[in-house]
Antibody, heavy 123, light 107 residues
Framework: QLQLQESGSGLVKPSQTLSLTCTVS??????????WSWIRQPPGKGLEWIGY???????SYNPSLKSRVTISVDRSKNQFSLKLSSATAADTAVYYC???????????????WGKGSTVTVSS | DIQMTQSPPSLSASVGDRVTITCRAS??????LNWYQQKPGEAPKVLIY???SLQSGVPSRFSGSGSGTDFTLTISSLQPEDFATYYC?????????FGQGTKVEIK
């Protein structure tokens, strides 16, 4: 059964880099056919898509975050990671990783999610 | 950016009620529309993808319809476990966006 688990620093100082890793079990990231995504949710607010990485390592990012975001994949560990530089209090959120699946005509949706990791940006 | 607007922002309903949530896109997104359910403290769960395709394992009381700019999520008979927040999400553009959510509460 496919499972995703986020891990990383729960407290980040302003201006530092937020780093999270998603460990995938039950499927090889390298097997192809899926992309892997990051989504975040500030306290009490809605969902914001951050970006995704395809198994080929090509990426797509939310333009509002693009200058600060890097998503990468480590095939040897079956993990993908998120780095968000120059963090501010506005980046405080629950961060989720998810698998991206596709239906007919390449309609993409996120079908398996991690439980989420809370990150607070504060001095 | 494609803006997704859900209505209503919240609703109160009773067990057994038929519930309808709408989602409007700021431009046509064909059928590239997904619906998620999120309960407090939990990750979102996909219910419907490609506007009307029921995700495996999701009860058949959930259904989705629409294309272009107007979409609907319907719960035919609300169950106690359905009280949650529902989000629509478009994957038509390279920037994926979510609606602001609709909270379904117990009446």
């Amino acid at each position: 059964q496919l499972q995703l688990q986020e891990s990383g620093s729960g407290l980040v100082k302003p201006s530092q880099t937020l780093s999270l890793t998603c460990t995938v079990s039950g499927e090889s990231i390298s097997s192809g056919g899926h992309s892997w995504s990051w989504i975040r949710q500030p306290p009490g607010k809605g969902l914001e898509w951050i970006g995704y990485i395809y198994h080929t390592a090509s990426t797509s990012y939310n333009p509002s975050l693009k200058s600060r975001v890097t998503i990468s994949v480590d095939r040897s560990k079956n993990q993908f990671s998120l780095k968000l530089s120059s963090a501010t209090a506005a980046d405080t959120a629950v961060y989720y990783c998810a698998r991206v699946n596709s239906g007919l005509y390449s309609s993409y949706y996120m079908d398996v999610w991690g439980k989420g990791s809370t990150v607070t940006v504060s001095s | 950016d494609i803006q997704m607007t859900q209505s209503p922002p919240s609703l109160s309903a009773s067990v057994g009620d038929r519930v309808t949530i709408t989602c409007r896109a700021s431009q046509s997104i064909s059928n590239y529309l997904n619906w998620y359910q999120q309960k407090p403290g939990e990750a979102p769960k996909v219910l419907i993808y490609a506007a009307s395709s029921l995700q495996s394992g999701v009860p058949s009381r959930f259904s989705g319809s629409g294309s272009g700019t107007d979409f609907t999520l319907t719960i035919s008979s609300l169950q106690p476990e359905d009280f949650a927040t529902y989000y629509c999400q478009q994957s038509y553009s390279t920037l994926w966006t979510f609606g602001q959510g609709t909270k379904v509460e117990i009446k």
